[in-house]
């Protein structure tokens, strides 16, 4: 964990606004304090080999001005390195102010035409320069968020911190919704951040297995979707505007061996707020297995199993 340095600041360069659950509205508990800790997971893309993301500080906004903790040397993550219920500890305990918080934003070091994946020696870490991604052709791209170095992407929400209790988040971001490469766009890809914000103790996780012919169909690249209850599976809307038919969470499909050295291809979906959903397989995001989608219910610190036969 990198050495943190804690300060008020009234901005900050670069920034993503974060949605979290509890209670909104902003409030104190005078000089009570309680701690914060947030993990980053992803949803997968299969044209990447690593997304390395670089994240400087973090900023959360009470009734005052903003407190900003410092990450100094900033954290890197692969996101790719962890997936379905695996995240990577960014705070663990930060100790804050109690009380009511009204938003919380992460500082990414993503700017456009800079040398972000400079350095890197091709190994699994992040080594790199700022943040970046490696195509699966070797090709290395600089991340660029869309007027991040102003205001960044905003999603208001609201949180608590607890009089001497932790409050426990994840950030996942969703890859397959969030990087494309609009055209003259190169050697930038661009990078619009599809991020679930959730409270740990609110969620639970999905898996299951998907048939070895639905896997290995030609061209295929086996993912699985999930949707809010009661829509049908579609493919993902890329424009600028947020469509709330898209999925809420993607998955790759991952092969295996079992003890018999069969293959196997499974998936998770981790950190799903409890409730009813929509799950279809998919080889190209476009069509889907079964086309109405399975219906999906998802409790508190639960896995839920569902196979694609």
Same mark, same amino acid.
């Given at each position: ?20 659950? $509890?209670?909104?509205?902003?409030? +104190? ?8 800790? =947030? $993990?980053? &997971?992803?949803?997968?893309?299969? #044209? ?5 993301? &670089?994240?400087? #500080? ?11 903790? +410092? ?56 080594? $790199?320069?700022?943040? !970046? ?10 991340? !660029? ?77 086996? &993912? ?20 709330? #038919? ?26 799903? =707020?409890? $409730?009813? !959903? ?32």
């Amino acid at each position: 964990m990198a050495r943190k340095k804690t300060h008020y600041a009234h901005t900050l360069m670069m920034a993503v606004f974060l949605p979290l659950a $509890g209670c909104g509205g902003s409030g +104190s508990s005078g000089d009570a304090t309680g701690y914060l800790s =947030l $993990g980053i &997971s992803d949803a997968p893309v299969h #044209e990447a080999e690593k997304v390395c993301i &670089s994240f400087d #500080e973090i900023e959360f906004k009470g009734t005052g001005d903003p407190l900003v903790v +410092s990450l100094d040397p900033p954290e890197k993550v692969n996101l790719l390195d962890f997936q379905g219920n695996n995240a990577a500890p960014i705070l663990f305990r930060e100790e804050l102010p109690a009380g009511n918080y009204q938003w919380m934003r992460l500082g990414v070091d993503a700017v456009q035409g800079t040398s972000g994946g400079a350095g890197d020696t091709g190994g699994a870490g992040c080594d $790199g320069e700022g943040s !970046y991604i490696v195509m699966n052709d070797g090709n290395v791209y600089n991340l !660029y968020v869309p007027s991040g170095a102003q205001t960044g992407l905003k999603l208001v929400g609201g949180f608590t911190v607890p009089a001497n209790g932790t409050a426990d988040f994840t950030a996942e971001f969703d890859l397959m919704k969030s990087i494309t490469s609009p055209p003259g766009a190169l050697p930038d890809v661009t990078l619009r951040p599809t991020i679930r914000l959730v409270n740990n103790i609110d969620v639970g996780a999905l898996t299951g297995e998907v048939a070895v012919e639905l896997a290995t169909a030609e061209n295929c690249a086996p &993912s699985v979707y999930v949707f809010d209850d009661g829509v049908v599976p579609n493919a993902i809307d890329t424009g600028d505007v947020a469509d709330p #038919e898209d999925p809420v969470a993607t998955a790759m499909v991952n092969e295996h061996t079992n003890d018999a050295a069969m293959p196997i291809y499974d998936y998770t979906v981790g950190f799903l =707020l409890a $409730g009813d !959903y929509e799950a279809a397989f998919t080889c190209d995001g476009e069509t889907f297995e079964p086309a109405g989608g399975k219906n999906v219910t998802i409790a508190e610190q639960q896995l839920t199993t569902v196979n694609f036969p």
